[in-house]
């Protein structure tokens, strides 16, 4: 039921991307969101290799997702999931520590553990023949070790970040599932299973498949023949 044509909500997503990215472009974060709360949303689907010219009016670093809700226009998807959790009353506790718990918990999935994250894949993605990244692979493979380590023990206890599954759950299960090229989990069951207990959740795998049926071959750029 969440992608409806005429809802409220637009979320804006690509219609195509390179198959290493494919299930992993963050407006499946938002995308999940409204699954888990049943809240109707449209889809809009722009070309990654070539944006809309005013792009950046919406997105300033020219990337999605980008939420349309009425008259309110957001970009980041941390700011997008706060916006859909305070408009619904959903996935956020409404005061106290339990809200500072979730709070906390979301904004640690984006400042503390995906920009570590992001380094590794920058070496063993995308830079791992390169001099450099031989040399700083060990240092990063050791924080990130750290922050997963630290994390594994909050999680030891209960099944989600903040008690009950919430917006802290969405981000931190989409983060560290998109470390599984790297290979980063293997030594952390507690987050193994926390990813499997996240992805599990039939919202997600909705979202997933939504996005997974925008996404069409005919947007791929145009090979030049040999
Ligand atoms: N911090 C941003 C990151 C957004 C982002 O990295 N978007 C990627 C897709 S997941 C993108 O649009 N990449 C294409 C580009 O940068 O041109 C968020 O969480 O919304």
């Excluded at 981000?171 to 599990?200: F, I, Q």
Aim: charged share 25%.
């Amino acid at each position: 039921m969440p992608v409806t044509p005429d809802a409220d909500i637009e979320i804006t997503g690509y219609n195509w991307v390179p198959p290493f990215a494919a299930g992993f472009v963050r407006d499946l974060r938002a995308r999940w969101f409204c699954e888990e709360v049943g809240l109707p949303y449209r889809q809009r689907l722009i070309s990654v290799m070539d944006k809309p010219a005013d792009w950046r009016s919406e997105q300033p670093f020219g990337q999605v997702p980008v939420l349309r809700d009425g008259e309110i226009h957001l970009f980041e998807s941390g700011a997008i999931l706060l916006h859909l959790a305070e408009k619904t009353g959903r996935l956020l506790p409404a005061a106290g520590q339990a809200r500072a718990d979730v709070l906390s918990w979301l904004f640690s999935a984006y400042n503390s553990v995906e920009p570590v994250q992001f380094e590794l894949t920058a070496i063993e993605v995308f830079n791992s023949d390169k001099e450099w990244a031989r040399l700083r692979r060990p240092e990063v493979q050791k924080n990130l070790h750290k922050r997963h380590k630290a994390l594994g023990e909050a999680l030891a206890h209960r099944d989600w970040l903040g008690g009950d599954f919430s917006i802290a759950d969405i981000a931190m299960v989409s983060v560290l599932r998109s470390s599984a090229p790297l290979d980063a989990l293997g030594n952390h069951p507690t987050l193994t299973a926390y990813v499997e207990r996240g992805t599990a959740r039939p919202a997600f795998q909705r979202a997933l498949a939504d996005q997974m049926a925008g996404f069409d071959d005919r947007f791929a750029p145009k090979r030049e023949k040999a």
